[in-house]
């Protein structure tokens, strides 16, 4: 072998044993290098909450816990595979919320890979508590007849527990001649008798006996109220309309609904002569009455609720001969509060102080459809107390047109000063136009009334703002009430 061959052998060889030594420590592990930590394992799963036991027609949340060899704990509610093992009593979804189906036990099973866990879910039977009777308070109550009496109605249930239901239930009045009861439990006693109250739901009632009494004394005051029983023309003795006619000078502001007093009074004098003649002055033997005299004022809600009492003074001090005032609302009472109506009682009382020698008359707000349970009737009644209990003089406009001429009542069949009410008991009175006509299976009393009576001989026909000829007719004979009585006649 030439030397050339020898080196270049010998230097193969070389790198040979070089790369053996590289890439052999490569392949090699070092002591001294790092060692991995072991890869840890779920060991178990925890099913919460356990032993749940619910009713029959619930849901129910439950959650799967892993555990692992680590100690460690993760959520697995979302990964895990939920079972049941019965799906007749309850079933089970990806996310572990089980639905109820029917009574019995079942497994709720939540697995990942080969680890399990489970709970049992107990589902019990669910029944409905029912109504086992209904208790009308206050019990067997006596009442004086033209008060009003709140009842309640409470149900007992199968369960144990009890709930006011006076506004859902049904309430009735065996004797609507007796008593009358609005939807909410607010009976009007009307006259003497006994009434049987009954308060009904889901075919179970309550009962309660009203006994409704005529007071042995009348209420110990002179407050002088006209209102539907004052609406007998032909009561009034003719001595007292000449009286009224020699004496009264009287100032009346209005609007629409006020003028039913008037045009009704105008109509009286074609129905039954110059003997209920009015005009501006008295003159011709004519009742001096001045229609809407006032300057700065139209009513007593209008411009505001103040201004009606400066243009009664500015008026009383250039007129005074004048001795009766008398201002209507329109439509303002069913927006009033119990202030706004503090203030018209004040304003009035104030007016009555300073002018001793004029009677002033107060007057109630005309229906508007709410019934017994409205605003407007809680506020009329703030009036009516207030004259009750001052000896004041009042022309009850809403309770008028409450009753017809035979005295039917129609207060709780949320009537309208149109004269429509609900007839087919559906909670709201149905109405439209101007006057308004009822719709829906409503009716009107005065419609009806006047129908079934002879036109020119039981009533007459006349203007009447928003209303029917009837209203006016019974306000106009209401008015001259009024008149007889300020004139010294005693009712």
Not at 213 to 227: C, E, K, Q, V, Y
Not at 253 to 276: A, C, D, P, R, W
Not at 357 to 363: K, R
Not at 392 to 408: S, V
Request: proline fraction near 3%; aromatic fraction near 8%; include cysteine.
């Amino acid at each position: 072998m030439s030397i050339f061959s020898r080196v270049h052998f010998v230097t193969i060889i070389g790198l040979f044993a070089l790369m053996l030594l590289v890439f052999g420590c490569k392949g090699e592990s070092d002591d001294n290098d790092s060692i991995p930590g072991e890869e840890k394992t779920l060991t178990s799963i925890n099913v919460t909450p356990a032993n749940q036991s619910i009713s029959s027609d619930s849901t129910h949340q439950f959650a799967a816990e892993g555990i692992y060899s680590d100690s460690a704990t993760t959520d697995l509610t979302n990964s895990v595979a939920w079972t049941s093992s019965n799906t007749l009593v309850a079933t089970i979804s990806n996310s572990g919320l089980a639905t109820a189906a029917a009574e019995g036990s079942t497994t709720i099973t939540a697995t990942s890979g080969i680890i399990s866990g489970s709970t049992l879910l107990t589902v019990t039977s669910t029944t409905p508590s029912t109504i086992v009777s209904i208790a009308v308070t206050p019990e067997n109550l006596s009442v004086s007849s033209g008060t009003q009496q709140q009842f309640a109605a409470i149900k007992n249930t199968s369960d144990g527990t009890t709930e006011d239901i006076s506004t859902t239930v049904t309430w009735g009045s065996s004797n609507e001649a007796v008593a009358k009861i609005s939807s909410t439990g607010l009976a009007t006693a009307i006259a003497a008798g006994i009434a049987t109250i009954t308060a009904t739901t889901e075919n179970i009632s309550g009962y309660t006996l009203l006994n409704v009494t005529t007071p042995d004394t009348p209420p110990t005051t002179s407050a002088m109220i006209i209102d539907h029983e004052c609406t007998e023309l032909n009561t009034i003795p003719e001595e007292w309309i000449l009286e009224a006619k020699a004496n009264l000078h009287i100032a009346y502001g209005h609007t629409s609904h006020g003028s039913q007093l008037t045009t009704g009074m105008t109509g009286i004098v074609s129905f039954k002569g110059e003997l209920y003649a009015y005009n501006t002055g008295g003159t011709g033997g004519a009742l001096d009455l001045r229609d809407t005299p006032f300057l700065g004022a139209y009513d007593l809600g209008n411009p505001d609720r103040t201004a009606w009492a400066t243009a009664t003074r500015n008026y009383l001090d250039t007129h005074s001969d004048v001795n009766v005032i008398i201002w209507s609302w329109c439509g303002q009472v069913s927006s009033a509060t119990e202030e706004d109506i503090d203030t018209y009682l004040n304003l009035m009382d104030d007016l009555e102080y300073d002018y001793p020698d004029v009677d002033f008359v107060y007057m109630t707000g005309h229906l508007d459809g709410n019934g017994l349970d409205g605003n407007l009737h809680q506020r009329n009644e703030q009036i009516r107390a207030f004259c009750r209990e001052n000896n004041k003089t009042l022309y009850d406009f809403a309770d008028i047109e409450t009753y017809d001429p035979d005295g039917t009542y129609y207060g709780d069949k949320l009537p309208t000063d149109g004269c429509n009410y609900d007839y087919n008991n559906d909670g709201t009175t149905s109405q439209s136009g101007d006057p308004a006509l009822p719709l829906n299976g409503d009716r009107n009393w005065a419609i009806d009334w006047q129908n079934s009576h002879t036109l020119g001989v039981d009533w007459y026909n006349c203007s009447s703002a928003h209303s029917q000829p009837l209203n006016a007719n019974l306000k106009a004979y209401a008015a001259w009430w009024l008149w007889a009585r300020l004139a010294g006649w005693g009712g």
